[in-house]
């Protein structure tokens, strides 16, 4: 299974180069005091992802970058820097036509759902409305499956933001069955790394909604039952600390896992650009000759590369033309 071959391709570049860990910590570090303050209740906590919205398309963009360098060999945080900085601007308005999306699919889900209710009302069958929103509920995972690459897409310099959906759509098309299985494992990751987490508050919550039951048999004032209620489903300080420990561990490990998978598998299965290029043709679709890989140290496979010169290459949509010769490889 293609899936599998792209999962053992993404393990082994994450085993070669640990290097891509610090930035999956970097990232869990940036968007801490956002699970934190969450966990307290702290209203303050809705409004900064918001602020973090901004701050992640460098992340998102410099570790592709750094995932696509190590299926190949090694990486550095060089990388980082750079590509980060080269596609932070395609992939930030991509991700604003990624919640375009998810918001015209929201409204579009619930305007259906709820006439299809009103219809099921009209008729006497109620349970279609629960049948209506399971099927648009469907329809919206299938739109996320279809489009889930556009940020490998974005930071590997193949499209703009806009193509990007399409290059997308494209390879989901041309590998349907590889890319459920790659759904499905990112499922399974994904909920092995929040359960930790995720687990505690529902308990929390579970006990809670326990609580307000017994308390509204009891015949507790409204005002009295809302002040338990804030005591119970709140954590202490030691609670959220330990959380969030757990939370940042989590989301290193996750974060890493999920762009250096996304980046083998797409890198496996990516169709031609619109153009009739491939990946390994972007590097040579600049106005000025391509250069020999001799001569500019660049790997075909990986559209990345080092240079040694002041002169400017175009590496597959990045500029690789300040001076890496004297960045450490980590």
């Given at each position: 299974?293609?899936?599998?071959?792209?999962?053992?391709?993404?393990?082994?570049?994450?085993g070669r180069?640990?290097?891509?860990?610090?930035?999956?910590?970097?990232?869990?570090?940036?968007?801490?005091?956002?699970?934190?303050?969450?966990?307290?209740?702290?209203?303050?906590?809705?409004?900064?992802?918001?602020?973090?919205?901004?701050?992640?398309?460098?992340?998102?963009?410099?570790?592709?970058?750094?995932?696509?360098?190590?299926?190949?060999?090694?990486?550095?945080?060089?990388?980082?820097?750079?590509?980060?900085?080269?596609?932070?601007?395609?992939?930030?308005?991509?991700?604003?036509?990624?919640?375009?999306?998810?918001?015209?699919?929201?409204?579009?889900?619930?305007?259906?759902?709820?006439?299809?209710?009103?219809?099921?009302?009209?008729?006497?069958?109620?349970?279609?409305?629960?049948?209506?929103?399971?099927?648009?509920?469907?329809?919206?995972?299938?739109?996320?499956?279809?489009?889930?690459?556009?940020?490998?897409?974005?930071?590997?310099?193949?499209?703009?933001?806009?193509?990007?959906?399409?290059?997308?759509?494209?390879?989901?098309?041309?590998?349907?069955?590889?890319?459920?299985?790659?759904?499905?494992?990112?499922?399974?990751?994904?909920?092995?790394?929040?359960?930790?987490?995720?687990?505690?508050?529902?308990?929390?919550?579970?006990?809670?909604?326990q609580q307000?039951?017994?308390?509204?048999?009891?015949?507790?004032?409204?005002?009295?039952?809302?002040?338990?209620?804030?005591?119970?489903?709140?954590?202490?300080?030691?609670?959220?600390?330990?959380?969030?420990?757990?939370?940042?561990?989590?989301?290193?490990?996750?974060?890493?896992?999920?762009?250096?998978?996304?980046?083998?598998?797409?890198?496996?299965?990516?169709?031609?650009?619109?153009?009739?290029?491939?990946?390994?043709?972007v590097s040579?679709?600049?106005?000025?000759?391509?250069?020999?890989?001799?001569?500019?140290?660049?790997?075909?496979?990986?559209?990345?590369?080092?240079?040694?010169?002041?002169?400017?290459?175009?590496?597959?949509?990045?500029?690789?033309?300040?001076?890496?010769?004297?960045?450490?490889?980590?």
């Amino acid at each position: 299974m293609s899936a599998l071959r792209s999962l053992r391709v993404a393990l082994g570049s994450l085993g070669r180069n640990p290097v891509l860990f610090l930035v999956g910590l970097a990232y869990g570090l940036v968007m801490l005091p956002q699970s934190a303050l969450q966990l307290t209740g702290n209203l303050f906590g809705s409004l900064l992802p918001f602020v973090t919205f901004f701050v992640a398309p460098f992340f998102v963009a410099g570790i592709i970058g750094m995932a696509s360098e190590s299926i190949d060999g090694e990486t550095s945080l060089s990388t980082l820097k750079r590509v980060g900085r080269n596609r932070y601007v395609p992939l930030l308005v991509a991700s604003f036509v990624n919640v375009g999306i998810l918001i015209g699919l929201a409204i579009a889900g619930g305007i259906i759902v709820l006439l299809i209710g009103l219809l099921g009302f009209v008729v006497g069958i109620p349970l279609i409305a629960l049948v209506a929103a399971g099927l648009v509920g469907l329809g919206i995972v299938v739109v996320l499956v279809f489009i889930q690459f556009y940020p490998v897409a974005v930071s590997l310099g193949d499209t703009d933001a806009i193509d990007s959906f399409r290059q997308s759509i494209r390879l989901v098309r041309k590998n349907l069955l590889s890319t459920i299985g790659y759904s499905v494992i990112n499922a399974i990751a994904v909920l092995i790394m929040t359960l930790p987490v995720s687990g505690p508050m529902y308990y929390r919550q579970l006990q809670g909604a326990q609580q307000l039951q017994r308390m509204q048999t009891q015949g507790m004032s409204p005002n009295a039952v809302s002040s338990q209620m804030s005591q119970l489903v709140q954590f202490s300080t030691q609670e959220v600390m330990l959380l969030s420990a757990i939370s940042l561990a989590a989301m290193m490990l996750l974060f890493t896992f999920q762009q250096a998978y996304a980046t083998a598998f797409y890198r496996d299965h990516a169709p031609p650009l619109e153009d009739g290029t491939t990946r390994a043709d972007v590097s040579a679709s600049g106005d000025e000759p391509p250069v020999s890989d001799e001569a500019s140290g660049l790997d075909a496979d990986s559209g990345f590369g080092d240079s040694s010169t002041e002169t400017t290459e175009s590496n597959g949509g990045f500029d690789t033309g300040t001076d890496d010769s004297t960045d450490g490889q980590l």
